[in-house]
């Protein structure tokens, strides 16, 4: 079966779509969703960009890296198994394989900008064709299944609060939440769920780029760029709409349409400086909410480090 590409506003920000219904816009207007002035912060002067894949995000400082999600991933496997094998019992980590990663989390949240890169690939990034591979599941015995999920309830998710634990196997206490909840306990994870951003600042990374999106700052370049576009025959309000055109979900491979029409985006991204507009709104709406939830924030990054020095500690 052909792998069906994901559209453009999921491969830049993880789905950009959800994140305007949850802000109260709809992707589909051309005019965007309008701003409560009294809350639109100053934004510095618009730096020139072609390119917005080596700039940072203020809220990047409350969210984990690459390296630091790789850290506690396999800090977590360790603990794990450690947790098995006293039952006697062996643990292996099934990972997906293939998953396409941005090399930053700016690089595609304003769409596509890398000319020679759209030439060929139109809105389906180099990369992105990969076909995500999930291992097969282990089949594990009854006994160590219990073990490792703290219950033998298919109905009660693994490592929650609902998975007691206390069974007797092998003449050792299975822990709460079983092998799962011991090991994220041991890194400080506040939930089943284990390592993932806190809500709030999944809700500043989203609420930010919403509200840029619709910035009259932003809708400005957007109409001078949608005119770039008029001229050279094609008719879109906005980059977002360019890359989401549903043409272009037909074919796993770009068409010649679809590589001129990135081009001719990227193009008219750099002629009216739309990144640098965009990418300095999103950074000022950022430190805003940033100040807004200062508190929460700040213990958000008191869990981080704490979390990262007991993984350090794991060998």
Known sequence: MRRRPLPLSLIAFGGIATVLAVAGCDSSSGSGGSVD??????????PKLASTTDKSLPIEAYMY?????????NAVVTLRQDCMQNFGFTYEDQKAQGMFEPKSITQFR???????????????????????????PVKLAPAATTALTGTDNANVKPGSTEAKGGQDINGKKVPAGGCIGEANR?????????????PVVVKVNTDSWAKS?????????????SACMKQKGYAYADPMKAGDDPQWQKTTTATPREQQVASADVACKQKNNVLGVWYSVDVAYQKQMIEQNAEALNDVKKRLDKQLKLAAQVA
Do not use: C, I
């Not at 890296?65 to 991933?73: E, R, S």
């Open 37 to 46: 002035t009294a809350s639109v912060p100053s934004a510095s002067a618009a």
């Open 110 to 136: 304003y769409g596509m900008t890398d000319a020679d890169d759209v030439a060929v690939h139109g809105y389906k990034p180099a990369g992105s064709e990969k076909k995500v591979v999930k291992p097969a």
């Open 213 to 225: 999106y619709n910035d009259k700052r932003v809708r400005a370049v957007f109409t001078k760029w």
């Open 65 to 73: 890296t690459k390296d630091q999600t790789d850290q506690l991933n």
């Open 186 to 198: 041991k890194l400080g994870a506040t939930s089943a769920q284990g390592f993932g951003d806190a």
